[in-house]
């Protein structure tokens, strides 16, 4: 999990940062080259959108650690305390099933692509496997993510029993 969080942190959130950062560099230029020279550029469309869908799978297991992934917690706000850790630790392990499975069918998708040669609709021609290839990439840091939501979920369900033995004890005397 180290490595894994090692990358994510050092390479990956940086590399999703400067597409960014490119994507928004990019708009600019293709607005001043409308307004200014009256010139549209072929490929910004795709530059843009490409780029900006990279940045965002490459970070959605960082969102998920920072805790900026949307969390609904109007019903599992009202459960007791045995209730809400059996939610978290089934909703990890349905999150971690889900990216699992998003990795494998990203991946043959992928492939797809490559054997069949498909290409973007622009003046570009990008090759759209390595396009989509950010789907399985970006879901294995969001399995990490949910494999680690897990692991910190069960030792928690392990105190909340040893403190319901305290309290019964605690009780008793």
């Known amino acids: 999990m180290k490595l894994i969080n090692f990358i994510e942190d050092k390479i990956v959130t940086t590399i999703a940062v400067c597409l960014f950062i490119f994507s928004c560099g990019w708009m600019l230029i293709e607005a001043i080259s409308r307004q200014v020279f009256s010139k549209s550029f072929s490929m910004s469309e795709e530059v843009v959108l490409f780029s900006l869908i990279w940045a965002i799978f490459l970070t959605l297991g960082k969102s998920g650690k920072e805790g900026n992934h949307i969390y609904v917690d109007l019903i599992v706000m009202r459960l007791g305390k045995r209730l809400k850790k059996a939610t978290s630790i089934l909703n990890a392990i349905i999150g971690f099933l889900y990216a699992c499975f998003l990795v494998y069918v ?68």
């Open 106 to 173: 990203g991946f043959n998708y992928v492939q797809h692509l490559f054997d069949t040669g498909i290409t973007s609709n622009s003046s570009l021609r990008l090759p759209m496997g390595y396009v989509f290839l950010v789907v399985p990439i970006g879901m294995i840091f969001f399995a990490a993510y949910y494999l680690e939501s897990f692991i910190k979920e069960v030792p928690k369900v392990e105190q909340i029993e040893e403190d319901k033995v305290q309290e019964t004890v605690n009780s008793l005397m």
